[in-house]
């Protein structure tokens, strides 16, 4: 009996002294706190998912941004970048993020019109002030991306590249077919397609998955540069007809290519698949960006020399996507995490920046102040010789991804394949655009 | 005594009926609610349109192909599915020799991801590098390069033997049901001078009659979801040759941003579902006594 009660009395003194100590600990722990809040303010924390990471051409630089933007503002401002792989993917979360109101700090539209579908739902952080206090930032970006990327009067966004997009053709294989160089109009494009083909080599890398970006850039191009009917159409955002005779024009010449002058994985294929096509040199032609310049020297993605055989040129009949560009936009919900994201937005658009990106991965700075220097040219011939044919377009457009309806741009992607493998014709082809872009209010 | 039973039995059950109401009861409500409206979702209004949703449905041409292909694929998967997995269930069930390892790889395509297994036979199917077409290059036809997934004529075919054939699950609950039956039954009927394939039709098949019922639900109501597969290989296409009605409605909700008939598809997957399961129920008389 005595040493139950002995047992009790040690046991409550046991509990009192552990509610003493946890009540000691959670004390000196607040007074500490309260000391370091003193001494220092904790940082604020914004959000910024990105679809630049892994193997995305955009990756190293938005690394090395976010490692210095860490060094020099780490103690006051703490950016959580959630990787996204996949800008589709990216497009689509924002797009569910947006329908919970719960946009993150930064959103970057990139090549996509997700800046509309923002503004329309939405508050974002209006640019006008920032641009006010600091003309430097804003001398960064010509007025046609500002007026692009404003709204009743607010500039709600800014592009971080310029993106004059061509398209890159295998010299060695043009040789081999006896061609001597890209053609001028096309008609003769499609005789040099011929001829590839004759000589046993496909002319075209293509690709029907995602939104079809590589046969899309053919499409556009056809379009656009048929006429200046053809060009404003393709200069036409949210189409909602089709039926045009310069769009049947290019969707039949876009089902003829996808027959006769591509690889039989191009429907139902990737970007990725056309990409490989191309730098492995199954494939002549390929259209796209600047930004795959970096692919033709990394020997992971291309045989050695591969860079040396590749050359660039603009559509036949003068042709060029070079239209001004959606860019990054802030969605914070408040004044202080609005300043700290417009802070990064600063520090990853500026001029310091644009530099970086040139020399990292060739990426083309959208100031209109900044040039290519001698050194940049001889180190990056393919980039500087874009820019300079770009002086020769006569025809300029945007892309398809980012100019029309996303549920036409994603019926693109369906439809291609029934078009290639002729199950549709090119008219039930464009009814079925009709149809889906209807469906927008 | 009972009272105080079912006092118990509720405050153990509440839990699980508060979560039920909050994360599937109220989302369900919510989703039929809003299809008789017209909302583009966001911060939009949401006008009531009756039931107009669900008369344009069926002037939908893709609603149509979607919710046909769900409802062929259910019925399919409901039948040769089940019937597959309980084929192979009845030869394991035998022992024959190597039938643990046959039943763990015949299980191996339930076990990998969706997405995974999605790649994997995107890259079979590939017209050009595909394990498919090389098979039938070796064979002699050397030109050999069908596009699998994407000609108008074998792309649903390519989409519906994806999941059709790998009734890995079905066999493992069939297998598994089939091992708890007393050996005294095949016993007696050996005595009686039954043949093995006797025994098979007129005593284990009818003892399986309520697992397979289950498992015909499993796997029937399994396709009105079913989204990963035909997302990752097809999107649906070509055209709208491999839609199915999960995938539509992503489509309308995520794309077009048109909540109100998106949530008419919903509604719809929901009534299928209950019809579904209600039937098969019927046909299987399940949660009644075999006497």
């Known amino acids: 009996m005595k040493r139950i009660i002995i047992k009790k009395i040690m046991a409550c003194l046991l509990l009192v002294f552990l509610i003493v100590s946890a009540a000691g600990c959670s004390s000196k722990e607040v007074a500490n706190n309260n000391n370091d809040k003193d001494s220092k303010k904790e940082p604020i924390t914004i959000t910024f998912p990105a679809f630049q990471v892994g193997v995305n051409s955009g990756a190293p630089v938005l690394k090395e941004n976010i490692r210095l933007f860490n060094e020099k503002y780490g103690d006051e401002i703490k950016v959580i970048v959630e990787e996204i792989p996949g800008d589709q993917a990216y497009v689509d979360k924002m797009k569910i993020l947006l329908s919970a109101d719960d946009l993150p700090d930064l959103v970057y539209a990139g090549g996509y019109n997700l800046l509309d579908l923002a503004a329309d739902n939405v508050e974002l952080v209006d640019l006008t002030p920032y641009f006010e206090e600091d003309p430097k930032w804003k001398a960064c970006f010509s007025e046609a991306d500002l007026q692009f990327n404003s709204r009743n009067g607010k500039y709600y966004g800014i592009p971080e590249e310029k993106q004059p997009v061509g398209y890159f053709y295998n010299k060695e294989l043009f040789a081999k077919a006896g061609l001597e160089g890209p053609a001028n109009t096309w008609d003769e494009f499609f005789n040099q397609c011929e001829t590839l083909k004759a000589a046993g080599i496909t002319p075209l890398s293509m690709d029907t998955a995602d939104s079809g970006w590589v046969s899309g850039l053919w499409l556009g191009s056809i379009v656009g540069t048929n006429g200046e009917v053809g060009n404003e159409f393709m200069n036409t955002y949210n189409v909602k007809d089709y039926d045009t005779e310069e769009f049947l024009e290019g969707i039949t010449k876009l089902q003829k290519m996808f027959k006769e002058y591509t690889t039989v994985d191009a429907i139902g294929g990737k970007y990725e698949n056309a990409a490989n096509n191309f730098l492995s040199g199954k494939t002549a032609m390929m259209a796209n960006g600047p930004w795959m310049i970096p692919d033709f020297s990394n020997p992971e993605k291309a045989p050695e020399g591969f860079a040396e055989k590749i050359g660039v040129a603009i559509y036949p009949d003068a042709g060029m996507y070079d239209a001004p560009m959606f860019g990054y936009f802030v969605a914070s919900k408040d004044k202080e995490h609005a300043d700290a994201t417009v802070k990064l937005l600063k520090f990853l658009t500026n001029e310091e920046a644009q530099l970086r990106a040139l020399n990292m991965i060739g990426r083309i700075p959208p100031s209109p102040q900044l040039e290519l220097d001698e050194d940049t040219k001889e180190n990056k011939p393919l980039l500087a010789k874009l820019i300079d044919l770009s002086h020769d377009a006569k025809y300029i457009y945007p892309n398809i991804q980012s100019a029309w309806y996303p549920n036409v741009v994603d019926r693109l992607s369906t439809d291609y394949p029934g078009l290639g493998m002729g199950d549709i014709t090119p008219q039930e082809f464009i009814d079925r655009l009709n149809e889906s872009a209807n469906k927008n209010e | ?291």
Not at chain 2, 113 to 135: H, M, T
Request: glycine share 8%; hydrophobic share 50%.
């Open chain 2, 1 to 291: 005594m009972y009272k105080k039973r079912n006092i118990w039995i509720t405050l153990f059950l509440l839990p699980t009926i508060i979560i039920f109401v909050l994360i599937f009861a109220v989302p369900v409500v919510n989703v039929v609610y809003t299809s008789f409206f017209q909302w583009r979702g966001f911060k939009g209004a949401m006008s009531f349109v009756g039931i107009k949703n669900y008369v344009n449905a069926f002037k939908d041409a893709s609603f149509r192909s979607g919710l046909t292909h769900t409802m062929f694929w259910v019925v399919l998967q409901g039948t040769v599915h089940v019937a597959l997995g309980t084929i192979v269930a009845l030869l394991l069930a035998d022992r024959p020799k190597g039938w643990k390892f046959i039943r763990t790889s015949y299980m191996v395509p339930n076990m990998i991801s969706g997405s995974a297994f999605a790649i994997i036979l995107v890259n079979i199917f590939n017209p050009q590098i595909g394990l498919v077409n090389s098979v039938i290059r070796k064979l002699g036809f050397e030109n050999f390069n069908h596009n699998w997934y994407f000609d108008g004529r074998t792309a649903f075919p390519t989409v519906t033997i994806t999941w059709l054939l790998f009734a890995g699950l079905i066999t493992i609950l069939i297998l598994a049901e089939i091992m708890s039956i007393p050996k005294t039954i095949y016993e007696s009927a050996d005595i009686e001078g039954a043949t093995k394939f006797q025994q098979k039709i007129y005593i284990t098949l009818p003892l399986l009659r309520n697992v397979i019922g289950t498992c015909v639900i499993i796997a029937a109501t399994s396709m009105l979801k079913e989204f990963e597969l035909v997302y990752l290989t097809t999107k649906g296409g070509p055209g709208d040759r491999t839609l199915s009605l999960p995938l539509y409605l992503y489509k309308t909700a995520f794309i077009e941003n048109d909540y109100g008939y998106a949530n008419m598809m919903g509604t719809v997957l929901i009534i299928c579902g209950i019809i579904c399961i209600l039937i098969i129920n019927k046909l299987f008389g399940l949660g009644k006594s075999d006497t």
